[in-house]
């Protein structure tokens, strides 16, 4: 079995990982890790993640959320013991699996948290489908489309709602959305079941902008994208399993 670490660039995190292999007998490799130990915040999962999808991860909070780390400071000998003798949880979280569409060809990419298209110099204009429906055509800055972890980032700042992970569904959430007697939009975060496909059609060709959680994408001739919430593909250790509310109380609502 391999392992890898990978650290936020702060003197603490630093420290910590320093620490960890010494006390870690596994071979030390970058080539394809079976277990990756995330020590940071959030973003710093998320960059693992991207870079080794297929690991099992272990997160270690020293960043400024960590709503995905399990382990904390004092569970340091706990985290050993679990890689050393397999004694820990693996839970499964979904993605945003996606396909850019542009006249000079295709992007694929996934998001754990989400995926937004924004152009904030001008009004989008988006034809928006669901399974091949039209559900409107949006015009304003742009469309966020999250995982039930990832309603707790970017979407919850936009007002969508933070979603219970045991529903699996994913959520659509407009920014910005242009409402007049002229335009009409939704207005409100549309959740939608697992098996549901979006489509996103530009209905003008202007400069924009496209995000699989840090990752973007900067294009001037974008068509379409199609998204679909893909289930059970990244894996998430711990020792104790945390629950969703404790995620959201030790996140947004410390006393």
Do not use: W
């Not at 650290?7 to 292999?21: G, N, R, V």
């Not at 996606?98 to 152009?119: P, V, Y």
């Not at 910005?176 to 549901?196: E, H, I, K, P, V």
């Amino acid at each position: 079995m391999k392992y890898y670490i990978v650290q936020k660039e702060d003197e603490l995190s630093k420290k910590i990982k320093s620490l960890l292999m010494e006390k870690i007998h596994l071979e030390y490799s970058h080539q394809q890790p079976d277990y990756v130990i995330v020590i940071g915040g959030d973003g710093t999962l998320l960059a693992a993640v991207h870079q080794f999808p297929n690991a099992i991860f272990f997160a270690i909070h020293t960043g400024h959320l960590g709503f995905y780390a399990n382990y904390t400071l004092e569970d340091l000998d706990c985290l050993v013991e679990d890689i050393h003798h397999g004694s820990f949880i693996v839970e499964k979280l979904d993605i945003i699996q996606g396909k850019i569409e542009t006249s000079k060809g295709s992007i694929e990419d996934f998001a754990i948290n989400e995926m937004t298209i924004l152009c904030p110099l001008k009004p989008l204009i988006l034809e928006v489908k669901i399974d091949g429906i039209r559900l409107e055509t949006f015009r304003g800055t742009g469309i966020c489309i999250s995982t039930s972890y990832g309603s707790t980032a970017y979407n919850k700042s936009l007002s969508g709602a933070v979603i219970d992970p045991k529903l699996k569904a994913f959520q659509l959430t407009e920014i910005a959305g242009m409402n007049s007697n002229q335009y009409r939009t939704l207005s409100s975060s549309l959740l939608l079941s697992t098996d549901r496909r979006v489509e996103l059609e530009a209905k003008e060709h202007r400069g924009l902008v496209i995000t699989f959680d840090q990752i973007s994408y900067s294009l001037q001739d974008f068509n379409r994208a199609s998204l679909f919430l893909k289930a059970s593909q990244i894996s998430l250790a711990h020792h104790n399993e945390k629950s969703f509310i404790d995620r959201i109380r030790r996140s947004f609502l410390k006393d």
